[in-house]
């Protein structure tokens, strides 16, 4: 079993966070991100915390289609379709500006990093998902999804432009299977870049990232499955189970009795 986290960055982040999160439950990971440096200090700082992990890097920047495809299609080859695909990618926010002043420029970037990115991760995974009847897409919102602000009206467009594209998705491709989940990050994370806007915040202000990633494990958890048994007997019996019509006719996935579409998460003392 596999994930792939787009989205990877900072180490303590969101993005990092839950690939550790998969990773100690036995999943391969793969992470991608922009900046090869910081891709290598994750994967370091996963294996030398969860024993046995397997993390595959791959470089890639969700505006361009090119490379983004070009990532995605490494790590597929590396560990198979995934089981959880989780878009973690965002614009700043900051320095904030009015719509009067906004570069369209901005603002077409801003988009770029919502909808039109996940569309093209999306895309790369989705045939594989249907085929096996089963899988989970994990996309991480923010508080302008749900309502614009002064000053952060292309960060809104393209975090409200994400959430919607992710509630049709859900719709589409929820009797194939796959579960489609919006995570709303109402709140400031706690890691080291946001301490340096927020560095007299009280603890109970900030969201803790390892908090976030076990909620995205356990939306994973929701989603129809194959356990792991199964796969074991399939792999024995049916070495070229990379192709999964094997898995799928011999060991139908577990359904789950609920999906949950949208969840969201907060400091346990934000005023809301």
């Known amino acids: 079993m596999s994930a792939i986290v787009v989205g990877v960055s900072y180490a303590p982040g969101i993005g990092y966070a839950v690939a550790k999160r998969f990773a100690q439950a036995g999943l391969k990971v793969g992470i991608v991100g922009r900046q090869q440096p910081r891709l290598e200090e994750a994967k370091k700082l996963i294996e030398d915390a969860?024993?046995?992990?397997?993390?595959?890097?791959?470089?890639?920047?969700?505006?361009?289609?090119?490379?983004?495809?070009?990532?995605?299609?490494?790590?597929?080859?590396?560990?198979?379709?995934?089981?959880?695909l989780i878009y973690n990618v965002s614009s700043r926010p900051m320095p904030t500006v009015s719509v009067a002043e906004v570069d369209p420029d901005r603002l077409l970037n801003d988009y770029k990093t919502g909808a039109y990115g996940a569309v093209l991760c999306v895309q790369k995974v989705i045939a594989g998902m249907r085929e096996r009847g089963s899988g989970s897409i994990l996309l991480t919102g923010a508080t302008a999804s749900m309502r614009g602000?002064?000053?952060?009206?292309?960060?809104?467009?393209?975090?409200?432009?994400?959430?919607?594209?992710?509630?049709?998705?859900?719709?589409?491709?929820?009797s194939n299977g796959i579960h489609v989940a919006h995570i709303i990050i109402d709140g400031m994370v706690d890691m080291a870049v946001m301490r340096q806007y927020a560095a007299d915040l009280p603890d109970g202000r900030l969201i803790d990232t390892e908090g976030i990633a076990e909620v995205y494990y356990n939306l994973h958890m929701q989603s129809p499955r194959y356990p792991t048994e199964a796969r074991q007997r399939v792999l024995l019996c049916?070495?070229?189970?990379?192709?999964?019509?094997?898995?799928?006719?011999?060991f139908p996935p577990i359904r789950c009795r609920c999906f949950t579409f949208e969840q969201d998460l907060r400091p346990y003392m934000s005023q809301w």
């Open 50 to 84: 969860v024993e046995g992990a397997t993390v595959a890097i791959a470089t890639g920047d969700v505006t361009d289609k090119a490379s983004i495809d070009s990532a995605l299609g490494s790590l597929i080859e590396a560990h198979g379709v995934p089981d959880s």
């Open 149 to 174: 602000a002064p000053g952060f009206g292309a960060f809104s467009a393209a975090k409200a432009g994400l959430k919607h594209l992710a509630q049709a998705l859900a719709k589409e491709e929820m």
């Open 238 to 250: 049916c070495p070229e189970a990379s192709d999964l019509t094997c898995l799928v006719s011999r």
